[in-house]
């Protein structure tokens, strides 16, 4: 059972918008920024999108976050095969003093 | 060009113990916090364990607490993780990932990962 809550599974057709939830607490979410992680098939995370909403140089900007109290959310707009992957959020949690993970999404493009 | 490279898994039966090494280039070790990752087989990634720059403070999760130790050298640039009492749900990928800021859990680098199999 992960601290952070994201969906399972995700789908969408190339060219739509999807977006990844990412639900926690006040002693994670809530009260530190929240980080994003792309999985490719058999390869180490990636990262993508850190304090909310920030981009890493070299990521495209169809990739977003944002954050509103304790749930943070990823978006992927103009979707395209290569984004098929496994998402993570992350953040730190100042009650169990590490970082939390959720349980990750996989993203499926039909 | 930043690199990490995780060395040190392999087969381990129950009980055992291994000591994983992280290899680090491309930029001053010292300066930043690091981490271990880990990703059992077919599941998500789980946080491990933390260690400071100056390796003053160390953050571990429960699941390894009493068991796993993190530390660092930083004049051979390397992280290290020793790994006692293993159990057959410590099975999983190690990576090694850099830290941007100290307790953040924003990871900018990773290591290709080093496969850890505990089975008798």
């Known amino acids: 059972q992960s601290v952070l809550t994201q969906p399972p599974s995700a789908s969408g057709t190339p060219g739509q918008r999807v977006t990844i939830s990412c639900s926690g607490s006040s002693s994670n979410i809530g009260s530190n920024t929240v980080n994003w992680y792309q999985q490719l098939p058999g390869t180490a995370p990636k990262f993508l999108i850190y304090s909310n909403n920030q981009r890493p140089s070299g990521v495209p900007d169809r990739f977003s976050g944002s954050k509103s109290g304790t749930s943070a959310s990823l978006a992927i707009s103009g979707l395209q095969s290569e984004d098929e992957a496994d998402y993570y959020c992350a953040t730190w949690d100042d009650s169990l003093n590490g970082v939390v993970f959720g349980g990750g999404t996989k993203l499926t493009v039909l | 060009e930043v690199q990490l490279v995780e060395s040190g898994g392999g087969l381990v039966k129950p009980g055992g113990s291994l000591r994983l090494s992280c290899a680090a280039s491309?930029?001053?070790?010292?300066?930043?916090?690091m981490n271990w990752v880990r990703q059992a087989p077919g599941k998500g990634l789980e946080w491990v364990s933390s260690?400071?720059?100056?390796?003053?403070?160390?953050y571990n999760a429960d699941s390894v607490k009493g068991r796993f130790t993190i530390s660092r050298d930083n004049a051979k640039n390397s992280l290290y993780l020793q790994m006692n009492s293993l159990r057959a749900e410590d099975t999983a990928v190690y990576y090694c990932?850099?830290?941007?800021?100290?307790?953040?859990?924003?990871?900018?680098?990773w290591g290709q990962g080093t496969l850890v199999t505990v089975s008798s």
């Open positions: 491309g930029f001053t070790f010292s300066l930043h916090s």
């Open positions: 990932a850099r830290e941007v800021d100290a307790t953040s859990g924003k990871f900018d680098y």
């Open positions: 260690i400071s720059s100056s390796g003053s403070y160390i």
